[in-house]
T-cell receptor
Framework: DAKTTQPPSMDCAEGRAANLPCNHSTISGNEYVYWYRQIHSQGPQYIIHGLKNNETNEMASLIITEDRKSSTLILPHATLRDTAVYYC???????????????FGQGTILTVHP | GAGVSQTPSNKVTEKGKYVELRCDPISGHTALYWYRQSLGQGPEFLIYFQGTGAADDSGLPNDRFFAVRPEGSVSTLKIQRTERGDSAVYLCASAGDPVLGTQYFGPGTRLTVL
């Protein structure tokens, strides 16, 4: 699976949009971009995933560049409860030997402040 | 519907003892993963089950670690002759489809080896 690069930490004011970047320049054509977050002392929580089109759900939006070498997770109106470690993961699909296992990096610590 | 559950939530043991950690996946999920998370790090893959069989155990650190899933539902991670370095949070995740299915994580078991 391709490696990802994320900034170690970011700050965001409550009520503002949080934009979390991720670089995955070695991503291959059959690999998805997944985002998870982990709030202190809890298991990772699935947020969103995409292949090449932008995606939106009730939690967030995912913007993937046309060349697929980077993406941005957008939390449109951050709240204090969004303070967490955010992981960007590239995951292989059918035909690979990774069997869909997730390879976590260090992630980005997002701190939402009042 | 219940999510992934793990028991116990905390386990304290002495060096050299044997421990078992249990995972109850989401009902109907055929894929089950175990990960280990050390302090300050992202989760690391240990083993993956598709049904009753371990399809990928490449992440198990050594032969003291073993996992079973005899009926294709509940899984038990077993650690023999525990060492202080085994102290970590052990996370379980399940997915309805191992290739395309999103993995949903349990809250984890915090293992402390004294």
């Amino acid at each position: 699976d391709a490696k990802t690069t994320q900034p170690p930490s970011m700050d965001c004011a409550e009520g503002r949009a949080a934009n979390l970047p991720c670089n995955h320049s070695t991503i291959s054509g059959n690999e998805y971009v997944y985002w998870y977050r982990q709030i202190h002392s809890q298991g990772p929580q699935y947020i969103i995933h995409g292949l090449k089109n932008n995606e939106t759900n009730e939690m967030a939006s995912l913007i993937i560049t046309e060349d697929r070498k980077s993406s941005t997770l957008i939390l449109p109106h951050a709240t204090l409860r969004d303070t967490a470690v955010y992981y960007c993961i590239v995951r292989g699909i059918a035909g690979g030997t990774s069997y869909g296992k997730l390879t976590f990096g260090q992630g980005t610590i997002l701190t939402v402040h009042p | 519907g219940a999510g992934v559950s793990q028991t116990p939530s905390n386990k304290v043991t002495e060096k050299g003892k044997y421990v078992e950690l249990r995972c109850d996946p989401i009902s109907g999920h055929t894929a089950l993963y175990w990960y280990r998370q050390s302090l300050g790090q992202g989760p690391e893959f240990l083993i993956y089950f598709q049904g009753t069989g371990a399809a990928d155990d490449s992440g198990l650190p050594n032969d003291r670690f073993f996992a079973v899933r005899p009926e294709g539902s509940v899984s038990t991670l077993k650690i023999q002759r525990t060492e202080r370095g085994d102290s970590a949070v052990y996370l379980c995740a399940s997915a309805g489809d191992p290739v395309l299915g999103t993995q949903y994580f349990g809250p984890g078991t915090r293992l402390t080896v004294l």
